[in-house]
């Protein structure tokens, strides 16, 4: 698992048009022999879930140093920032954390279908909010039925990275199962709604968030 992404959001455009960007623009940019691993999103065709961006692309990486060098490389400012207006781009830096399931956190992704969730501040205490999360939402979703992976990605800052908007993230989370037809039979279960009961328990924060289905493609595994 990366300890590190750079995810990128488009917001503007079709989702065929994001993966051409993404396969012809953003890709020949990146080294392959840096440990670095590139994950696609495109939206799914789900019973749950928000209006989802266009397309997500989240470069992961093995440690700050190597983040820094790949996104403060003039190019890719220079790719990111000239892009941003038109694709509608948010920037965001984050630290994975991975959870647990049956007592054992994954090594890397696994499952095309990814649940993508994002907790945007404000919040009354941003660090009582982060640490309350992380040890007490991944317990419930670890019971769904056929889940692959629970992450907790924090939000951080990059040096040199391109100056494009941030989304103004409290905390990312992420779900991965096998499919869309796994995801949706778990949520039926009796996991579902105690999920949704959590929420109630957070520390105060925006009460804005946002819950992106998206079925996930990897591009570059180092």
Not at 176 to 195: H, K, L, Q
Request: contains cysteine; glycine residues 6%; charged residues 20%.
């Amino acid at each position: 698992m990366s300890a590190y992404l750079y995810e990128i959001t488009g917001w503007a455009g079709t989702p065929k048009g994001g993966r051409v960007w993404v396969e012809t623009a953003l890709m020949p940019l990146l080294p392959k022999d840096k440990g670095l691993r590139v994950d696609l999103y495109l939206p799914a065709d789900s019973l749950y879930g928000d209006p989802t961006p266009a397309f997500m692309v989240m470069l992961g990486f093995p440690d700050r140093a190597t983040a820094e060098s790949v996104m403060a490389a003039p190019a890719m400012v220079q790719l990111l920032e000239a892009a941003a207006m038109p694709l509608q781009l948010k920037g965001d830096f984050m630290d994975v954390h991975r959870c647990a399931i049956n007592g054992t956190a994954a090594d890397d992704l696994s499952g095309d279908f990814s649940f993508v969730v994002r907790y945007y501040l404000p919040a009354n205490n941003v660090a009582e909010f982060q640490e309350y999360y992380q040890r007490v939402h991944p317990v419930i979703l670890a019971e769904f039925e056929g889940i692959r992976n629970i992450l907790c990605n924090i939000p951080e800052t990059l040096a040199g990275a391109p100056r494009i908007p941030g989304s103004n993230y409290l905390i990312g989370n992420q779900v991965m199962f096998d499919d869309v037809p796994a995801f949706e039979y778990a949520n039926e279960t009796e996991v579902g709604p105690r999920t949704m009961a959590d929420v109630a328990t957070f520390p105060k924060f925006s009460d804005h968030s946002v819950h992106s289905p998206m079925i996930r493609t990897r591009l570059l595994d180092r």
